[in-house]
């Protein structure tokens, strides 16, 4: 079974200040995708990134960063510079490679983060 | 750039009533998702279609819901009997094999007095 861990329930940071949101995924899977969705306070999931098994590349976007590692099953995003529009729910998810069922996503149990002035 | 499309955005009903959620998902994608949120919780899998049938569901999805594709656009869930648990925001989502990105609509909340 497919597992995602948030553990940061919420983070609270000062405007300007970097945070970094984790996320642990547990998969019997060896081939796989993980992917960040924010959820501002009006309630859409707003994509943010993809990422499969095998790219273990790190990743920049403009203020965002992710970092995957494999050998601990990790996912994290950084957000420099943090400003108060980051201020949202965060979640991580991850699917199984597609067999046919499409990209069923198991969802983590998101991390608030509160960007203040 | 293309947008998955929900009505209604909230809908408040009695306890037993039928409620139907409206989605119409990106025009050449060919995989539907409705998820669940039930207010403060993650985002929970309800039921996956393709190729006009269920390609896998989740024990949320029990006889009390269904889906259907009426017309080629629209995507639906029905709820036959609501109950006070099913309030949630339901997310309908579809998939393009082309981006892989699962593309969320805005989301329709239900509040079930």
């Known amino acids: 079974a497919q597992k995602v861990t948030q553990a940061q329930t919420e983070i609270s940071v000062v405007e300007k200040e970097d945070v970094t949101l984790d996320c642990v995924y547990e998969?019997?899977?060896?081939?796989?995708?993980l992917f960040w969705y924010k959820q501002p306070p009006s309630g859409e999931l707003v994509f943010l990134i993809r990422?499969?098994?095998?790219?273990?590349q790190n990743e920049i976007s403009g203020r965002y960063s992710w970092n995957f590692q494999k050998s601990t099953s990790s996912f994290n995003f950084t957000i420099t510079a943090s400003q108060v529009v980051d201020s949202a729910v965060y979640f991580c998810?991850?699917?199984?490679?597609?067999?046919?069922?499409?990209?069923?996503?198991?969802f983590g149990t998101g991390t608030q983060l509160k960007v203040e002035l | 750039e293309p947008e998955v499309t929900q009505t209604p955005s909230h809908q408040v009903t009695q306890m037993g009533q039928e409620v139907i959620l409206r989605c119409v998902p990106i025009s050449n994608h060919l995989y539907f998702y409705w998820y669940r949120q039930i207010l403060g919780q993650k985002v929970e899998f309800l039921v996956s279609?393709?190729?006009?049938?269920?390609?896998?569901k989740s024990e949320i999805f029990d006889d009390q819901f269904s889906v259907e594709r009426p017309d080629g656009s629209n995507f639906t869930l029905k709820i036959r009997s609501t109950k006070l648990e099913d309030s949630a925001m339901y997310f309908c989502a579809s998939w393009g094999r082309d981006t892989g990105e699962l593309f969320f609509g805005e989301g329709s909340r239900l509040t079930v007095l």
């Open positions: 279609f393709y190729n006009n049938e269920i390609s896998e």
């Open positions: 990422r499969n098994s095998f790219d273990e």
């Open positions: 998969t019997r899977d060896t081939t796989y995708y």
């Open positions: 998810a991850l699917s199984e490679a597609f067999t046919g069922g499409g990209n069923k996503l198991t």
